[in-house]
Nanobody, 123 residues
Framework: QARLVESGGGSVQAGGSLRLSCVVS???????MGWFRQAQGMEREWVAR????????YYADSVKGRFTISRDNAKNTLYLQMVDLKPEDTAMYYC?????????????????RGQGTQVTVSS
């Protein structure tokens, strides 16, 4: 079992930056982890993921070049650095985790999820 708690959301103007954090209640070295988001009235959208061992990163095209996912296993923490934010980035952001393996490819199916942190970007 793992409990995930996000923080760092807020309201910024377009072009601004935010750094989201996700603290996990257990060791993370054998977990692949990721972020997804859901805007009001929209489907969930995966944002980024990071592998368990090599920390290889993957990004959705909509955030590539603007968002950076990283992890600190010593702190059991996942991060999402977001720069050059756009109004279309407005959403609830969730971190998620899965046991290392084939299921790591699909963030939206990860077994563990947090409660989310709201990001609002105004134009």
């Amino acid at each position: 079992q793992a409990r995930l708690v996000e923080s760092g959301g807020g309201s910024v103007q377009a072009g601004g930056s935010l750094r989201l954090s996700c603290v996990v209640s257990r060791y993370t070295y054998n977990l692949c982890m990721g972020w997804f988001r859901q805007a009001q009235g929209m489907e969930r959208e995966w944002v980024a993921r990071i592998s368990a061992g090599s920390s290889t990163t993957y990004y959705a095209d909509s955030v590539k070049g603007r968002f950076t996912i990283s992890r600190d296993n010593a702190k059991n923490t996942l991060y999402l650095q977001m720069v050059d934010l756009k109004p279309e980035d407005t959403a609830m952001y969730y971190c998620a985790a899965e046991w290392n393996g084939d299921k790591c490819q699909t963030v939206l199916d990860y077994v563990y999820r947090g409660q989310g942190t709201q990001v609002t970007v105004s134009s």
